[in-house]
């Protein structure tokens, strides 16, 4: 099996080069390559190490809580002493103050190395950025400084028994009590509820405040912990840890409350406002894992295929290495251009999220990057396991392993057909179309500056795929067919600027080549995605 290998080179130039995130005011970006290369070797010599054991052994419930696998306390222990869980704390409540886009590659990284450690780590910068935004400066003080120095982890805790992605139906209620709230019901599928790597943990609640009949308008936010100031338990049971398909490492947890005291966050009925702030975090987080999977399975396949040989083909003394039989070859490139491709697009829109000037692209491309990645990660794994043939089929190359992590990636922070509703529907027509009209002056941007005359054709198609849209009858019948014509001309767009800015990556000719083959590749999906539109015309 080939030990994980954090791709620093290809994070850096895709952060510094084609996201242009240099243009940010507070960027040094020696210092970012030192934090990244860093990160990466804690990564390798530390996290990858736990990650196939703890997928074997899995978390276990004693007593009511959860354990952990062996080892992953003391990575935890490491990874909070050198300060990475308040990396993009900002400095005032003891975190380094580092942006969004930092963040974005030591997040990918850590995925990598081991998605099931990274998934209860992870919703720590969504919680911290809830409280900056709608927390009372009390509660900035108390949780954000023990967010930052590891002693507190986060949960989000939305999805309750019969109540998935429709929030309106959430039955958890709170109470207000003598100055405090109660609250009491049932949530699931809460990645982290319960862990024994930090001191407590910290859960953003979702409960009702008004009637049923309110559905969201009658939904608050609160922040509580598993433990009271005095020590004693609060209000929350573990129910049951799921058995799942993958991610055996991170305890997806059935929790109850009972009276579980709690304070408001924000204001009453505002809740899922409120909740979006760490939804969106947490959408282009998972975009991200889906890119880590992608480049892994490459990484594993590409050293695999470079070394068995089999068969004879021209030019090739003897047996030639199945790396450069054209049909191996292929799939190779497919899934470096997936990963490439896909960081590159989860980049550009960290840099226009870290600017504040690009709302409405970034509400747009969250979808999209969170749909496209996480399909990519998934075929990225596919693929590799293709290419090893039996051996991908194998546990010893651990391609399974990446495509069962990878699988959940495509459900859970809004299953990816919602994401495609959302983009066909809402996004359209949100403030007269400026989500939309933001990411064709992208596409404009790009092409032009990039002299893509084959990106400005893909402009005009995704122009006409638009306007069918909005005269649809019912444009969610076509949903699907718009999300992957926008991801490719997206992900064109991701490799024009990528060729263009090829000489700064360490292999410029090797981004060149992916790059002619990525953007034909895109072309070939547009225009089929674009074809299936006016099959349906919307009806």
Sequence with gaps: MKPFKAPVEDILFSLEHVANAARLPEWDGELVSQIVQHFAEFAEGEIAPVDEPGDIEGCRLEDGRVKMPNGFAEVFRSYAEQGWTGLSVPEAYGGQGMGGPVL???SEIFTGACHSLQMVTGLVPGMVRTLLDFGTEAQREVYIALLAEGKLLATMCLTEPG????????????????????????????????????????????????TLEEGIRGLSLFICRSTRPDGSRNGISITRIEEKMGLHASPTCQIAFDNMEAELVGKPGEGLKCMF???????????????????????????????????????????APIAHHPHVRNMLDEQAILAIGGRAMCHYAQVALETSEHGALVDFLTPVCKSFCTEAGMRSADLGIQILGGYGYLREYRLEQIYRDARITAIYEGTNGIHALTLATRLLRLDNGAPADAFLEMLREISLATADDGLSGIREIWQGARNQMAQAGNPAEAADDFMVLTAHACLHAMWSLIEAKADHHPDPERMRRLARKAKAFAVRKCRFAASALEMSDGE
């Design 277 to 319: 702030t760490m939804m969106n975090h947490a959408r282009i987080d998972v975009a991200l894992q889906g890119v880590a999977h992608a480049a892994r399975a490459h990484d594993v396949a590409a050293a695999y295929a470079d070394e068995r040989k089999q068969g004879r083909i021209p030019g090739v003394e003897g047996s």
């Design 163 to 210: 109540s998935g992605s429709d929030l309106s139906t959430v039955r958890t209620r709170a109470v207000a009590d003598d100055g405090k709230w109660l609250i009491t019901g049932e949530k699931i599928f809460i990645s982290g509820g319960d862990q024994d790597m930090s001191e407590d943990v910290a859960h953003l609640v979702l409960a009702r405040t008004g």
């Design 104 to 106: 974005a590659a030591t």
